[in-house]
């Protein structure tokens, strides 16, 4: 199980800003691009996302689906990578002062990755969520900017 935080200078609704916009997933979500919407309203649960995941020159079509969602506190997905199967990665997004704590949890389900699960991929796979959650904050802090009231308002486009 590979789990990592990482402490994003805004707060939680600005992350959920960035989280419950589907096309934003290619941006952040290392490894994947051309993110768009698949299935219902992102991020209801049941509802999914499209996109390709690269690994090395090979592209795949990938999907996520939400399993749980329980604002402001839970997202739940379960990640579609073609061959190497599916994976659980769980977010749990804490206030924390005026910053925001996230904290990704992920282990493959089935497939070659859940075949394979071995402390090894553990580690590559919180090499992966450090770059991942990096990229995350970057677009949230790009994207949005700190109200005085505590919410959030949209700065620069994301691009």
Same mark, same amino acid.
């Given at each position: 199980?590979?789990v990592?935080?990482h402490?994003?200078?805004r707060? #939680?609704a ?5 989280l ?11 490894? @994947? ?5 698949e ?21 795949? +079509? ?12 839970t ?8 061959p ?6 769980a977010?749990?997004?804490? #206030? ?25 991929? *553990?580690?590559?796979?919180?090499l992966?969520?450090?770059t ?5 904050a ?8 700190? +109200?005085? *009231?505590g919410g959030?308002? @949209? ?5």
């Amino acid at each position: 199980m590979a789990v990592r935080h990482h402490l994003i200078d805004r707060s #939680p609704a600005a992350v959920w800003s960035v989280l419950e916009d589907g096309t934003l997933y290619g941006k952040w979500v290392v490894g @994947t691009s051309d993110s768009h919407p698949e299935r219902g309203d992102w991020p209801e649960t049941g509802s999914s996302i499209a996109y390709h995941v690269h690994v090395g020159p090979k592209r795949f +079509a990938g999907r996520t689906v939400v399993r749980h969602i329980d604002r402001p506190g839970t997202l739940e997905l379960e990640a579609e990578g073609g061959p190497w199967g599916t994976a659980r990665i769980a977010f749990d997004i804490r #206030p924390w002062g005026e910053r925001t704590l996230v904290i990704v949890d992920e282990h493959p389900l089935r497939g070659l990755g859940g075949t394979l699960h071995n402390p090894l991929l *553990d580690t590559l796979l919180q090499l992966r969520h450090r770059t991942m959650l990096a990229r995350l904050a970057r677009l949230v802090e790009r994207v949005t900017a700190p +109200a005085a *009231d505590g919410g959030t308002r @949209t700065g620069s486009q994301a691009g």
